[in-house]
């Protein structure tokens, strides 16, 4: 009765800031406060200074703030705006022409940035205009921004991928190589959902966009940097070369390479670029220590042990107990941001998964591709609100309807690789072999 209590109290202080606007870190930590005060007798408040050190501090979580930076010299210094033209001219044959070219972008440059909220932002930025102008169904278009940004933390590297890694201790690499499949083959449905719609309704299709091979070939110069920075960072990390943290500075360090060997490396560009890490790496510090934080307080208080002894005691079958986690996912993920879910939820999910006999790396992979689908998930579906920020009119509404089908594509996937294991974890496994 006393966890049940707790999950109340819990559930319904959070919706309630959510609901009336505060941000998720200090709903996260007025959260902390409360149960704090009301169900522990110790203390516990006094320790959350020595939690936030430690955590600020764990060298896994100096690589976010790199990999941040690193999408955002691609966003300043236009390697974004060109990769997307580029990749524009090879797929216009496509019913859908360049909605399938946003799929393909966030893809690409989800190689490269490790965030879903900057990938979303980043080629939403460049592609926006295009709407009206080649007669693109809007709901439709803004979905697939918004949808295609989620690849972000699927697609390697993933800062998703390194706080589970740390929560987990789970190998990194490993989480890397098996989000490779699944990231392809969820872009791939995307394609598809897309073609399926443009078939079903060919007057939404928008207008058909002509190019030159000629022209196809001239665009691959653009198409090198994303790769190369993208070879970088995971070659470093298999050849053995570097830490994933050392391996996002030495993908900051080959952008910067790159952009001064186009000639868009300028102080003005830097500046910007610096000011876009900043308030991005404080607003992700703010959830993460707020998140950190809770999850001390709801361990201190009992609660993370009686959920566990719960999902234990209920005695489910594998498939059973997936189910339930995909389902608890789906529920928490129209409420709390991902990084605030990941760190609360895995502590207690991960060790019943790996106890049920589930690969710790391919739960991970399981638990990012929920993490995706709360991304567009209302109502606190963040990539929706990136895509409305750009947007600048309308209602958000438009775009929720347009995300919409992609989550077809998203629990596809999720069926796919529990009945295959070995979308993702051939590639682990072959390269470890």
């Not at 946003?102 to 900057?118: L, R």
């Not at 992700?284 to 609660?303: E, K, S």
Request: aromatic share 8%; charged share 10%; glycine share 8%.
């Amino acid at each position: 009765m006393g966890a049940i209590v707790i999950i109340i109290v819990a559930l319904g202080t959070v919706i309630g800031l959510l609901a009336l606007a505060v941000p998720v870190a200090a709903s996260l930590g007025t959260l902390s406060i409360v149960l704090a005060d009301f169900f522990s007798t110790r203390p516990i408040l006094r320790a959350l200074g020595q939690v936030s050190w430690s955590t600020s501090t764990d060298f896994l979580i100096v690589a976010i703030p790199f990999f941040v930076l690193l999408g955002e010299i691609l966003l300043r210094s236009g390697m974004a705006e060109r990769m997307y033209k580029a990749l524009a001219l090879w797929v216009p044959w496509l019913p859908g022409g360049l909605m399938h070219t946003n799929i393909a972008s966030c893809a690409m440059f989800a190689a490269t940035s490790g965030s879903s909220v900057a990938t979303a932002a980043t080629i939403g930025t460049v592609v926006l205009d295009e709407i009206e102008r080649n007669e693109y169904p809007e709901r439709l278009f803004l979905g697939s921004i918004a949808a295609g940004g989620t690849l972000g933390i699927l697609i390697p590297p993933s800062i998703n991928m390194i706080v589970y890694g740390v929560l987990t201790d789970t190998s990194i690499p490993r989480l890397y190589l098996a989000g490779v499949v699944p990231g392809l083959l969820m872009a791939l449905l995307f394609s598809l959902i897309i073609v399926a719609y443009c078939m079903l309704f060919p007057a939404k299709a928008g207008r058909r966009m002509q190019a030159t091979w000629a022209a196809r070939i001239r665009s691959l110069p653009d198409l090198l940097p994303p790769i190369f920075i993208f070879a970088v960072v995971i070659g470093s990390i298999y050849a053995g070369w570097a830490t994933a943290t050392e391996a996002a500075g030495l993908g900051v360090i080959a952008a910067l390479i790159v952009a001064a060997w186009n000639k868009r490396l300028t102080v003005q560009m830097l500046l910007r670029a610096f000011e876009g890490t900043m308030r991005t790496n404080a607003m992700i510090m703010a959830v993460l220590l707020a998140a950190y934080a809770l999850n001390f307080i709801l361990a201190a208080v009992g609660l993370t042990a009686d959920m566990r002894r719960l999902f234990v005691q209920m005695d489910l079958s594998p498939v059973s107990l997936l189910l339930v986690v995909v389902l608890m996912y789906l529920i928490l993920g129209m409420f709390l941001e991902t990084l605030s879910m990941m760190v609360l939820t895995v502590p207690i999910i991960a060790p019943v998964m790996v106890q049920a006999g589930f690969d710790p790396v391919w739960t991970g992979i399981i638990v990012i591709i929920m993490m995706e689908v709360g991304m567009i998930t209302p109502p606190v579906g963040m990539n929706l609100f990136v895509v409305q920020g750009l947007r600048k009119k309308g209602v958000i509404t438009d775009v929720i309807l347009g995300a919409l089908p992609f989550l077809i594509g998203m629990f596809a996937v999720v069926a796919a690789i529990s009945v295959w294991p070995d979308i993702a974890l051939w590639l682990p496994s072959a390269m470890r072999g």
